[in-house]
């Protein structure tokens, strides 16, 4: 009886390494894997001008494993904290809180260095703390992002690091 | 052979066991063991009972965490205080959860909605494994957890249990009482439970999350405090071939967000307020009433049983006040309630079983079940929908010797699902102010899609017992379950505010439907057990969220993710072994694992829990028992897209139950320790996996259980 015992503990024990060895690595074919995203501008707690006819200053890094597909970049208001709430809007009736919501493809490539001035702050804009929002896709439909706080200002604003 | 008086629990199918008890008279000793071993020899699935001792040694304050020990379960948490059980890879409304013989209606809908279940109160669990929507209907996929009552203690007697839980990760105090009363015909039992405790310490200072560095002061995740108040009463009555028994239930719990996994992270709501105990916004409550009722006649070679149950799950979200939509005001009431959602559910179940051959058995069922959603709140989640299920059952068993059983069904069951639609004239007016055309208007302003559907499902099984001997047990099963898509899967469109995805419905879906193959193997001789069950499934159409690559415009919203059908593949296995070194120590060590495939587009599904091993060394004697275990978890990097890999962790835990003579009764002092070394370590199911925040740390709890009981005439 007592080798009965032992092939099933030797049973057990090779189920078990062939378990743990299985998930050690991926053999999938498909791409799981997300692109990744490093967006250099612009920076978090970053002030940007309200009327910039220069548009933003926008430095993107893209890259994945296999394929991009697009990006999008998405920005609305964060007022209130970490809220929007529609409270603040009574002294500012004469502003707009500004929203964008704009995609862009960038098919056949695995890295893209992303470098524009296309999203433009109109000078009704409600100044404030805005959420900036950077997604991306591969050709598989992985998806990364990142979100960055910003904020919109009517003065200064952030000097763009160089001229173009 | 002696001519014996057995007892055979009916029914082995349902939960409904101590109850359904019914004494005959049979040729040959069949069976004479407990509860436990004539489930495990009935089914002809996988079936794994536990009862007091097991839920004593790893009690929780929270029956998925306790239930987690079992081989093929595994608990998806959502943060310390809600939990909902998942089974070989299935969760959600893949799987049921019943007590008292009705299935529980509530945790299945969202990934963040625990189950709504008094953990002091349960006193029998049975894990089902393995398709069993040819019992219970629509949803019972993967497998089933049986909650069922014990039966009353034989003398008349009035007794009860006082029971006190201490916990060091979240500071948790908790307790419960209950008071029982036998009396002749009458049993009955009344049980107040509450938990509270504080914000759960992580061994992490930090979590990053979208590439922000979130600050955990002093080690304690901000707003994770809650607690739970459950009552319940429970009343049987046995006269004669006459048994009922009613029960009442009401589950409250009430748990905080962490601030950083709902929406976007931002340092400045995660500052420490020098309150660890509160629960400010945003939180989530919920309540769970249930009413109950299981009648069960006997004639001769006849049974006939009834379940009734209603219940009400009421829950709620509350986050401050916000939106995107500069038209919306916050309501004029309770304007920071975002989400309500009331559920009420109307259960009916009726049996007959036959036992006029001592080798055939024979039942037959009609079930029903109404289901009514109401939602409100200044956010949209989840569409209010009604839905009515019935269908009817018929099962058979055949014994031609005491060695072998082979049984099977057949089940057809006819569902209508209906839903209202619902427009956002916020959404919509955001969208003409962003001068948007009137298609892509019409695309996203409708939260939900008008759906009226009929359903139609045939569901089956047929299995073998082959009980060769006392050592050695083998059984086969092959199960076709299906469940009726849900809701959410038909009707949705927007952003879920929790996962912050664009989901969409699909308004076509079919029932998903699969097929499954299991077997199990058992050996038991003097000191060594072995159990082995491996498993495989296919479903022709398994619906999940597919990432479609397109926009959403909405704010806060990437792509869109559709709710799609794809080709799927389940397999895996669970292996236990035992050893007795001595009479008095045992180890065991027992393994799991599944494996998901997404055949249509060769990617693992989302939620493969991850394989896992647990190695456990136990020294027992009749007052005192001591284990140790060591838990292996393996890295998931099977994971599907858009989810990221976990990587594994060993755990050490240790446990110890001492009996202490105390006033005429046994006082039980169970003292446990989890995570010993205060790893670092994910949840690969958890709720807040995606938002990087590791599993609790070390853990010390005391339970202490106080017995006490006295004779009365």
Same mark, same amino acid.
């Given at each position: ?62 890259? %994945?494993?296999?394929?991009? !597909? $697009? ?6 208001? +964060?007022? @209130?904290? #970490?809220? &929007? ?11 707009? %809180?500004?929203?964008?919501? !704009? $995609? ?6 695995? +890295?893209? @260095?992303? #470098?524009? &001035? ?47 | ?713």
């Amino acid at each position: 009886m007592k080798t009965v015992f032992k092939f099933y503990l030797v049973c057990l024990t090779s189920i078990c390494f062939v378990t743990f060895s299985s998930c050690d690595k991926d053999d999938d074919s498909n791409d799981t894997t997300k692109p990744v995203i490093d967006l250099l501008e612009p920076e978090e707690d970053a002030t940007l001008k309200i009327g910039d006819e220069g548009g933003i200053h926008f430095d993107l890094e893209l890259s %994945d494993d296999v394929m991009l !597909k $697009s990006y999008k970049v998405d920005i609305h208001s +964060n007022f @209130d904290g #970490h809220v &929007h709430a529609p409270s603040l809007k009574a002294t500012t009736e004469a502003t707009v %809180d500004f929203t964008f919501n !704009k $995609s862009w493809d960038i098919p056949g490539q695995k +890295n893209a @260095d992303i #470098h524009h &001035h296309e999203i433009k702050i109109p000078a009704n804009a409600t100044p404030g703390d805005y959420h900036l929002m950077v997604y991306c896709t591969d050709a598989a439909g992985n998806e990364a992002y990142l979100a960055r706080n910003i904020i919109l200002s009517t003065e200064g604003g952030e000097e763009h690091e160089h001229d173009h | 052979m002696i001519r014996l008086l057995t007892v055979v629990f009916a029914l082995p199918v349902t939960a409904q066991t101590p109850d359904t008890t019914k004494v005959i008279l049979l040729d040959e000793v069949v069976v004479s063991g407990s509860y436990k071993k004539t489930s495990e020899l009935n089914a002809t699935q996988p079936v794994r009972v536990v009862e007091k001792s097991f839920l004593r040694d790893y009690f929780a304050g929270n029956l998925t965490q306790t239930l987690e020990h079992i081989p093929g379960v595994h608990s998806m948490d959502i943060g310390s205080g809600f939990s909902k059980p998942m089974i070989r890879g299935m969760g959600f409304n893949r799987i049921s959860v019943t007590e008292n013989g009705i299935k529980q209606e509530g945790q299945q809908w969202g990934a963040d909605h625990g189950l709504e279940i008094d953990a002091f109160g349960v006193e029998r669990v049975s894990v089902r494994k393995g398709p069993a929507s040819l019992l219970y209907g629509s949803d019972a996929m993967g497998g089933v957890v049986e909650i069922s009552p014990v039966p009353p203690p034989s003398e008349n007697q009035f007794f009860g249990e006082a029971a006190l839980l201490g916990k060091s990760v979240n500071e948790t105090l908790g307790g419960s009482v209950m008071l029982g009363l036998k009396k002749n015909a009458w049993h009955t039992k009344l049980r107040f439970s509450e938990q509270h405790f504080g914000d759960y310490r992580i061994p992490a200072d930090t979590v990053v999350y979208l590439t922000q560095r979130l600050p955990v002061e002093g080690q304690k995740l901000k707003n994770t405090a809650g607690f739970e108040r459950d009552v319940s009463w429970y009343t049987a009555y046995r006269k004669g071939g006459y048994y009922a028994n009613f029960a009442v239930s009401d589950a409250y719990q009430k748990v905080g967000f962490f601030a950083g996994a709902h929406g976007i992270p931002d340092a400045s709501l995660l500052k420490d307020d020098g309150d660890s105990r509160n629960i400010e916004l945003p939180y989530s409550s919920v309540n769970h009433l249930k009413i109950t009722t299981h009648q069960h006649y006997a004639w001769d070679g006849l049974s006939g049983y009834w379940d009734l149950g209603f219940q009400n799950n009421h829950r709620e979200e509350w986050s401050r006040f916000h939106t995107h939509y500069g038209t919306q005001l916050p309501p004029a009431t309770d304007a920071d309630k975002e989400l309500e959602f009331s559920l009420n559910t109307f259960s009916s179940s009726v049996k007959m079983k036959t036992f006029y051959s001592g080798h055939w058995e024979h039942t037959t069922g009609w079930d029903l079940q109404y289901q009514q959603n109401c939602i409100a709140g200044y956010s949209f989640l989840l569409p209010e929908y009604n839905r009515l299920t019935t269908g009817v059952l018929w099962l058979s068993a055949y014994r031609p010797n005491k060695k072998i059983t082979v049984s099977g069904g057949v089940r057809y069951d006819y569902g209508r699902l209906n839903i209202p639609a619902f427009r956002d004239a916020y959404l919509a007016n955001y969208l003409q102010e962003q001068s948007y055309d009137n298609d892509m208007i019409d695309f996203y302003q409708w939260r939900s899609y008008p759906v009226d559907r009929k359903f139609g499902d045939f569901s089956g099984s047929l299995g073998l017992v082959w009980n060769p001997d006392d050592i050695h047990l083998v059984k086969v099963n092959i199960g076709r379950s299906f469940r009726l898509p849900g809701a959410n899967e038909l009707a949705s469109n927007g952003v879920h505010h929790g996962t912050f995805r664009h989901e969409q419905g699909d308004a076509s879906l079919n029932s998903e439907q699969g097929w499954q193959l299991d077997a199990s193997y058992t050996y038991e001789h003097r000191n060594v057990s072995l159990t082995i069950t491996p498993f495989g499934s296919w479903f022709g159409n398994y619906i999940y969220l597919k990432p479609t690559g397109e926009w959403s415009v909405l704010p806060h919203a990437g792509q869109i993710y559709r709710y799609t059908e794809a080709e799927a593949v389940f397999a895996g296995v669970e292996a236990e072994v035992g050893i007795d070194f001595l009479p008095c120590l045992n180890y065991r060590v027992s393994g799991e694992y599944v494996y998901t495939y997404n055949v249509d587009e060769n990617i693992p599904l989302p939620f493969s829990p991850p394989a896992s091993l647990r190695n456990i060394l136990t020294w027992k004697s009749n007052y005192a028992q001591v284990h140790i275990e060591m838990q292996r978890i393996a890295s998931q990097n099977r994971a599907s897209r858009n989810e990221d890999p976990t990587p594994g962790a060993n755990l050490w835990n240790m446990g110890a139950t001492v009996n202490v003579p105390l006033c005429g009764t046994r006082v039980e002092f169970t003292l446990s320790a989890q995570n010993l070394w205060n790893v670092k370590y994910y949840n690969h199911l958890s709720f807040y996996r995606k938002v990087e925040i590791p599993e609790p740390g070390r853990n010390f709890q005391i339970l202490i259980n106080v017995p006490f009981k006295s004779k009365v005439k």
